[in-house]
């Protein structure tokens, strides 16, 4: 139940911008390509003689969004990379941590029906992770160590199918896809040694490298003005797997709020929910706040 509350308020602001979206002027055919790099960074240092507490660190984080989207008369192709890696250190702390790793590729290509909001669609998601991941610890001695759990490519998902695309603009969207192939694919070193249990590893059986479910998914995506040089942009992919479990939906949801101070100068602000019980029994939740540097082209 409390999960289903979750997913009702992750769906909740899609149907009111769905509701308040205003006409705009019609799109014209061809290339529309845009972009935004940015980068956040953070350090606070403490001598020895600092009294007051605290511990000298840095923190950075790394993000791109570009949008490359084409239309002809009826047909449409949006196309979305994301691709964000954040990094934190404290002095006391033996390795750098990561605090974001994220490559993502969205791609939908749309022929439109009759003249409205709706088209025949076909979609393509991939995600995955630039470097590995690790769990923190110490050995005997007290010195921190470290265990590789996740790398490039493992786990990396890969989403597609038909369906339908709803879009009343690039900043307006909702695909339906009732026919979904997603495939998982792991480094099989990580599901080959002793005593691994199958499904243990991202859902992937014991020696395995790969994992195929077949199901529906729905992937929105909504951003407006709150007001002048403040944008709030929503993200939304939902996933059921027919083949096991369908009832335990795989929902992605983030929520990133842009706020412009200049030219180059931003603030943002992100909340990112995850829930796959193949990775995690329970909502992963992460946040970010920072302001830096953001150029776009």
């Not at 005997?140 to 009343?168: D, H, I, M």
């Not at 792991?186 to 195929?212: C, K, L, Q």
Request: hydrophobic share 35%; net charge negative.
């Amino acid at each position: 139940m409390r999960k289903l509350t979750y997913l009702f308020l992750l769906c909740l602001p899609f149907s009111l911008y769905a509701q308040d979206a205003e006409e705009k002027e019609a799109p014209k055919d061809g290339w529309t390509k845009g972009g935004n790099i940015s980068l956040l960074f953070s350090q606070a240092a403490f001598n020895e003689e600092w009294t007051g507490g605290g511990t000298s660190n840095y923190a950075a984080n790394l993000n791109l969004t570009y949008d490359f989207n084409y239309r002809q008369g009826p047909l449409v192709w949006d196309n979305r990379i994301i691709a964000d890696y954040g990094i934190t250190k404290t002095r006391e702390q033996e390795f750098t941590r990561k605090t974001n790793d994220r490559l993502e590729l969205n791609s939908v290509l749309g022929k439109q029906i009759k003249e409205s909001n709706w088209y025949y669609s076909y979609f393509l998601n991939f995600k995955t992770q630039f470097s590995s991941g690790y769990e923190y610890g110490e050995d005997a001695a007290g010195n921190e160590v470290r265990t590789e759990t996740t790398k490039f490519l493992s786990p990396g998902y890969l989403q597609t199918g038909p369906g339908l695309l709803w879009k009343k603009s690039d900043d307006l969207s909702i695909n339906i896809s009732p026919a979904t192939a997603k495939l998982i694919f792991v480094d099989n070193a990580f599901t080959s040694v002793p005593g691994y249990v199958d499904g243990d590893y991202f859902g992937v059986d014991m020696g395995e490298s790969t994992r195929f479910e077949f199901g529906a998914s729905v992937n929105g995506y909504a951003k407006f003005d709150l007001m002048k040089n403040v944008t709030l942009e929503n993200i939304l992919n939902l996933y059921s797997n027919y083949l096991e479990d369908p009832q335990n939906i795989d929902i992605d949801y983030t929520l990133n709020l842009i706020m412009a101070v200049n030219k180059f100068i931003t603030a943002n602000a992100t909340f990112q929910a995850i829930y796959d019980d193949n990775a995690v029994q329970a909502f992963q939740i992460r946040e970010a706040l920072g302001i830096g540097i953001t150029y776009g082209f």
